[in-house]
């Protein structure tokens, strides 16, 4: 472990530069052109979307392609090379099918495991071992809902929570949410199989952390370990990175945290034009990270991206969360797209924004026209 005058010794990275090195890593600085990265390869290099609803993935995507069509990951899905299932922090992630095979397992104790602890009152006398396989054999017969699941888990244990025996049975177990749920422009309720079964291959064994922990540095850094352990819900990451820590550059940041990163990343100058970008609600670049001032100007701003427990889509102006985002469908064939900024733009953020804006509904709306306006949202508080 380097010592307090080593890791002061380390170059200093301020908030702009880490702020351009992470932009430049998520595809964020500038868009990814179609010739150097494939929607799958930009998903296994994002490590996964935050799908806790549909369409994140897809404006995700969007924010960070040129060119996307969200036709291109439903044909992933459709064709079983990317799903969504569990895994970071025990939410509901895409997946490439590598990724969801492997990552998952890695992820168990970061997620799942402690999820499962906070029902285990519900789950007196469940043995797991026994809740596991006959989970297996449920969603291996045939892909069902979480209802039957339920139902079917109550037969042999009455007297467990209901609630409780829901929880378990996806931490238990990798479970797959099966098409059509989760396409661009299709229904379909929750209906889940073993990600095994799924994929119709086993996984070869959990993703290696050191390996992990490089994607990760890859897609977020440079990043402490903090950072990384926030991303992932894993702890007691310090002696992985100890042992990376040869094959790593070393820096730190203003208040003093040391931060590691690949030697040969971009860490692009401070002063890098970041033009606008509408992200979905709850993406991971403003999730993965211990200390999220490198893209979340002021901590009020952080309350303002929430409606009771679901997240605002978000807007980066000049790299950083500058407001909130809906698109609605205003009257017939008309969306309307609506944009509430936390602090008052200058003419020329406000023309970018609406050009950025245009862009993403004619990718993403199928829509004859559209509008857009500057104001608040109707559910949020007024500043």
Same mark, same amino acid.
């Given at each position: 472990?380097a +010592?307090k005058?080593?890791r002061t010794?380390?170059p200093?990275?301020?908030?702009?530069?880490?702020?351009?090195? +992470?932009?430049?890593?998520?595809l964020?600085?500038?868009?990814?052109?179609?010739?150097?990265?494939?929607?799958?390869?930009?998903?296994?290099h994002?490590?996964?979307?935050?799908?806790?609803n549909?369409?994140?993935?897809?404006y995700?995507?969007?924010?960070?392609?040129?060119?996307?069509?969200?036709?291109?990951?439903?044909a992933?899905?459709?064709?079983?090379?990317?799903a969504?299932l569990?895994?970071?922090?025990?939410?509901?992630?895409?997946?490439?099918?590598?990724?969801?095979?492997?990552?998952?397992?890695?992820?168990?104790?970061?997620g799942?495991?402690?999820?499962?602890? #906070?029902?285990?009152?519900?789950l007196?006398g469940?043995d797991?071992?026994r809740?596991?396989?006959?989970?297996?054999?449920?969603?291996?017969?045939?892909?069902?809902t979480m209802?039957?699941?339920?139902?079917?888990?109550l037969?042999?244990?009455?007297?467990?929570?209901?609630?409780?025996?829901s929880?378990?049975?996806?931490?238990?177990?990798?479970?797959?949410q099966?098409?059509?749920r989760?396409?661009?422009?299709?229904?379909?309720?929750?209906?889940?199989?073993?990600?095994?079964?799924?994929?119709?291959?086993?996984?070869?064994?959990?993703?290696?952390?050191d390996?992990?922990?490089?994607?990760?540095?890859a897609?977020?850094?440079?990043?402490?370990v903090?950072?990384?352990?926030?991303?992932?819900?894993?702890?007691? #990451?310090?002696?992985?990175?100890?042992?990376?820590?040869p094959?790593?550059?070393?820096?730190?940041?203003?208040? =003093?945290t040391e931060?590691?990163?690949?030697?040969d990343?971009?860490r692009?100058?401070q002063?890098t034009?970041?033009?606008?970008?509408?992200?979905?609600?709850?993406d991971?670049v403003?999730?993965?990270?211990?200390d999220?001032?490198?893209?979340?100007?002021r901590?009020?701003?952080?309350a303002?991206?929430?409606?009771g427990?679901?997240?605002?889509p978000?807007?980066?102006?000049?790299?950083?969360?500058?407001?909130?985002?809906?698109?609605?469908?205003?009257?017939?064939g008309?969306?309307?797209?609506t944009?509430?900024p936390f602090?008052?733009?200058?003419a020329a953020?406000?023309s970018?924004?609406?050009?950025?804006g245009?862009? #993403?509904l004619?990718? #993403?709306?199928?829509a =004859?026209?559209?509008?857009i306006r500057f104001?608040?949202?109707?559910? +949020?508080?007024?500043?």
């Open positions: 472990m +010592t005058a080593a010794a380390h200093v990275l301020g908030t702009r530069a880490l702020n351009r090195a +992470t932009l430049e890593r998520q964020l600085l500038s868009r990814a052109p179609r010739s150097a990265m494939s929607v799958a390869g930009a998903v296994r994002l490590i996964g979307l935050q799908a806790q549909v369409k994140p993935p897809y995700a995507l969007a924010a960070r392609l040129d060119g996307f069509d969200p036709a291109e990951l439903s992933l899905m459709a064709s079983r090379e990317a969504r569990v895994t970071m922090r025990s939410t509901i992630h895409t997946h490439t099918a590598e990724d969801a095979l492997t990552l998952r397992a890695l992820m168990q104790s970061g799942p495991d402690r999820e499962l602890r #906070m029902f285990r009152r519900g007196t469940v797991p071992d809740l596991r396989e006959l989970t297996r054999e449920l969603v291996e017969e045939r892909p069902r209802k039957e699941i339920r139902e079917a888990l037969v042999p244990w009455p007297d467990a929570d209901p609630r409780a025996l929880v378990a049975a996806r931490c238990v177990l990798p479970l797959v099966i098409t059509p989760g396409l661009w422009g299709s229904g379909g309720q929750v209906v889940l199989t073993t990600a095994e079964h799924w994929f119709g291959r086993a996984a070869e064994g959990p993703a290696r952390a390996d992990t922990v490089l994607r990760y540095l897609a977020f850094g440079p990043a402490s903090k950072d990384m352990q926030t991303w992932s819900g894993l702890t007691r #990451m310090r002696e992985v990175f100890e042992r990376l820590r094959r790593l550059a070393l820096f730190r940041d203003e208040k =003093g931060l590691f990163d690949l030697p990343a971009p692009p100058d002063d034009p970041a033009p606008p970008r509408f992200l979905p609600e709850f991971n403003l999730l993965s990270h211990a999220r001032g490198r893209v979340v100007p901590d009020e701003y952080r303002l991206t929430w409606r427990n679901q997240s605002h978000t807007l980066l102006v000049d790299g950083f969360l500058a407001g909130v985002w809906r698109l609605t469908e205003e009257t017939a008309t969306a309307l797209l944009v509430q602090a008052e733009l200058t953020e406000r970018a924004v609406a050009d950025e245009e862009r #993403m004619t990718a #993403m709306s199928s =004859g026209s559209y509008d104001g608040r949202l109707p559910d +949020t508080p007024p500043r």
